[in-house]
């Protein structure tokens, strides 16, 4: 399946944990330094320079070839460290995909309007492959790996809703089975 | 003899191999793992992986965006004279390796977490000499990702707990779940000391994937039966290797390291004369 950027809540609506998805349009990097100051933007009522509405967990390998940015290597980074900050970044947003990998905890946040998609970690060259440009950079002084990156991509997948709107995890299920068979094994 | 020019240049050459194309041992245990696993979704993301391996090889470009802390070890034959710094050699060599691969400065300040530009600082790259034998300089390149060294353990385990240590290994396992990128190499440092366990867990990831003692086959087959699977969504493949290292302790000690490694299980190694 094809999932369009932006996207709608009728669309996140649709999709259900273990759909297979591929996303095109634009996507937003943000990772621990992006999340701590769009947080700064909304508590302070300043209004944030991009939009947010699909935000893909990833601090890219980046090279400047003259006056263009081109993505060598993107693959997702570790969703769980921006678990907090997600939950109050949830609060002002309508619709939002949220890839990256390794899962989180924010399943209620995302209820109505939201999905998680996985995404395979360390596939950064796959990754870069499906993204045919970079349309803009925001608050490069936070580091290369810090910085939001706004691209284009085109069918950036497969990616798996791992987290849906409508209240079920792909990860709290194998947590679940993970500790009985933790348990079986050494009591 | 080699020189300063030497060592730079092999230090950069090693980065980028290290960076782009993965070892053989190291694919032949993702080959298998795909074959074995039966979970539809596990079966895309180990798919995934061996495109994005073969991607970075032919275009030789990094395989993972965390292209890693620069690790480098170095065995230094005795017999050997350097008319140069090794070691700046080697801070040269990351510096170049940095622009050229290129390599994503990861490297920060740990506490103003200002970012050196060059995956160069205070006491970075690590480096670890071991005086050996002979008159060669082994170098190997060890780029180490944050999403797995996160994952990582110690404990002062008791004496008298030498039972409990695969029970402590499949622990850290079940509590990394998805987030070191699995499936995962295991590196565990049994005994020495505090410090030395760690490095002994670190060092068993250098060796060969594929060949692994009974103890170690055990442990493994106790963490896949934990079904966190590729990615932590779930299936029977959760690692591909356990490699333990022992060092003898204090009889009042006993020091347990385990070092989680993602699957981009990335090393490289050069002998210069």
Known sequence: ?????????????????????????????????????????????????FHINAIYHCGPLVRKDGDTWVVL????????????????LLKHVDSVIIIGKGGMDVKEELRGKGVYLAYTGGAGALAANAIRRVRNVYWLDLGMPEAVWVLEVKRFGPCVVAIDSHGNSIYEEVERRVEENFRRMFG | MPTYEDVVETVVDLFRKA?????????????????????EIAKINLKNILRNVKIAKEKRIPMCQDTGLPIVFVELGRELCLDFDLKEAIVEGVRKATREVPLRPNAVHPITRENSGDNVGIRMPIVDVEVVEGD?????????????????????????????????????????GGKPCPPIFVGVGIGSTFDGCAKLAKKALLRNVNEMNELELEILDAINELGIGPMGLGGKVTALAVLIECGHCHTASLPVAVNVQCWANRRASMVLR
């Open chain 2, 136 to 176: 060669r300089l082994k170098l190997t390149v060890m780029p180490k990702g944050a999403g797995s060294e996160n994952c990582s353990a110690l404990r002062m385990m008791l004496p008298g707990e030498v039972d409990k240590i695969k029970r402590f290994v499949v622990e850290v396992v079940k509590k990394a």
């Open chain 2, 19 to 39: 960076e782009t194309e993965l070892s053989d041992d190291v694919i032949m245990a993702l080959r298998r793992a795909y074959e074995e696993e039966e979970n």
């Open chain 1, 73 to 88: 290597s993107a693959g997702p980074t570790t969703s769980a460290r921006m678990n907090e900050a997600t939950k109050v």
């Open chain 1, 1 to 49: 399946m094809e999932v369009i950027t932006p996207v709608s809540v009728d669309m996140v609506r649709k999709l259900e944990v273990g759909d297979i998805v591929y996303v095109t349009g634009e996507l937003i990097t943000a990772r621990d330094k992006a999340h701590a100051r769009i947080l700064e933007f909304i508590e302070s009522g300043r209004d944030l320079p």
